[in-house]
């Protein structure tokens, strides 16, 4: 176990897990939100670990966000220092070279929601409560909410949820595509865990450049991504795994990947 701020990791074999801890809500502050860019940038260096899960302690909150006490002065400095800690932190996590894996155990509020959707899966348990209610306080999302949300659940429950402020439940989160899995509390880590296992099986370079390639596919038109389709392909021909996953296929094996 490795304690960041309000962060504990801890490593089982190829999965890495993430567990928010800054009780009562798991608010995030300016500190934890540079510990979480620094973590990122720690797993990506870890060429063992092919798989993060994040979750929040405890089974009320997955996190509620950024605690409102910053922002009650009207202090515009401090408001953009945040903003810009906000959006290094979770652009950090949605660039994580392998995949990585959202357990919605409780509240997901404002940028704890936006964390969730930094993720490239979100799992959320039967309990779990969504929502981007920073209008409601004359604030906006400002750590890839208006923007990640539209491209999960499409424009209109975007704005439902946060021109409205309409807080969504876990079965509704499935059925707009907000989520992807649903559980019963208390079981999302398990099946996070299940799905890390099979990300393990995967060559983790592999995995990485095709990550790369679905996110690319938010904003660059596919007649170019298409082409870089291709050559990542033939990319995958200068590693070890490319070689270690067609022998272990044709020798009916599992592979023994090196993440080279």
């Known amino acids: 176990m490795t304690d960041y701020t309000n962060l504990q990791l801890s490593i089982d074999g190829h999965t890495a897990t993430l567990t928010l801890n800054n009780p009562p809500a798991h608010t995030w502050t300016m500190d934890s939100l540079h510990a979480l860019k620094q973590l990122i940038t720690d797993l990506n260096a870890n060429d063992d670990v092919y798989a993060l899960i994040v979750h929040g302690d405890g089974e009320k909150f997955f996190s509620a966000g950024a605690d409102l006490n910053n922002f009650s002065d009207g202090d515009k400095g401090r408001a953009i220092s945040m903003a810009i800690a906000f959006g290094e932190a979770f652009e950090a996590l949605s660039a994580y070279r392998g995949v990585?894996?959202?357990?919605?155990?409780?509240?997901?509020?404002?940028?704890?929601?936006?964390?969730?959707?930094?993720?490239?899966?979100?799992i959320a348990e039967a309990h779990a409560q969504m929502a981007l209610p920073e209008t409601g306080v004359g604030l906006l999302p400002c750590a890839g909410g208006t923007q990640n949300l539209p491209w999960l659940v499409g424009e209109g429950w975007a704005k439902r949820m946060i021109l409205c402020g309409e807080r969504v439940?876990?079965?509704?989160?499935?059925?707009?595509?907000?989520?992807?899995?649903?559980?019963?509390?208390?079981?999302?880590?398990?099946?996070?865990?299940?799905?890390?296992?099979?990300?393990a099986k995967q060559s983790p370079?592999?995995?990485?450049?095709?990550?790369?390639?679905?996110?690319?596919?938010?904003?660059?038109?596919?007649?170019?991504?298409?082409?870089?389709?291709?050559?990542?392909?033939?990319k995958l021909f200068d590693t070890m795994d490319q070689r270690e996953g067609v022998q272990a296929f044709l020798e009916k094996r599992q592979p023994n990947w090196q993440n080279k």
């Open 169 to 199: 439940d876990a079965e509704t989160a499935l059925r707009i595509g907000l989520v992807e899995e649903v559980t019963a509390k208390g079981e999302g880590l398990q099946a996070a865990q299940d799905l890390a296992k099979k990300v």
């Open 205 to 234: 370079v592999a995995v990485s450049y095709s990550k790369a390639l679905i996110q690319a596919a938010r904003d660059t038109p596919p007649a170019q991504n298409l082409i870089h389709e291709r050559e990542a392909f033939v």
């Open 100 to 122: 990585s894996i959202a357990v919605i155990n409780g509240y997901a509020m404002g940028g704890g929601l936006e964390c969730a959707l930094a993720c490239d899966i979100r």
